[in-house]
């Protein structure tokens, strides 16, 4: 990998950090090439401040350090993509991003995901996930099941309306299914990814 830092007259280059996960980008910083060095070699985010006028790791006050993932350069060989998973929040206002957004996939189903496991831990009087919680995980398989019988039942008739929601409905027990045993929509996708490419 050759970077050109020269090209710019302070000798830094851009550096996009990006979560490799959710695919946001976090924040930018520069870098000269004893950042990039250590950045390599620990496996931790480092920067030139040019505020500080020094190498700093980003985290080494707050701990929420940047764990390397893989790094790029562009076409032009001036800027760099770098992808992590970053361990709290990345703003030094205690936001997830530079940008004040959550760190989060924009995917729908991803979001999804997410409210279900924040309202497994609710009152069950407040919330329908709650209560299907309490019941323990053979409610919720058992649900699973009822919902895919029913889905089925839908295929078979005319309904596209009726057909689209009991898939749905599916869909959503499924999650809270998967939330139960331990486990993520990513995990999932990532299997298919592979059967894909196989």
Known sequence: MKIDFEKYADGLVPAVIQDHETHKVLMLGFMNGEA???TREEGKVSFFS???KRIWTKGEESGNFLLVKS???DCDQDTLLIKVEP????CHTGADTCWDETNHKEEFLFQLEEVIDQ???ASPDESYIARLFAKGLNKIAQKV?????EMVIEAKDSSDDLFLNESADLLFHYLILLN???HTLQEVVNILQSRHKG
Do not use: D
């Open 145 to 149: 099941g009822e919902e895919a019988v």
């Open 87 to 90: 361990l709290g929040p990345v």
């Open 71 to 73: 790094i790029a350069v």
């Open 36 to 38: 990039l060095e250590k």
């Open 119 to 121: 309202r497994r831990y």
């Open 50 to 52: 040019r505020s500080k």
């Open 180 to 182: 139960a045993k331990g």
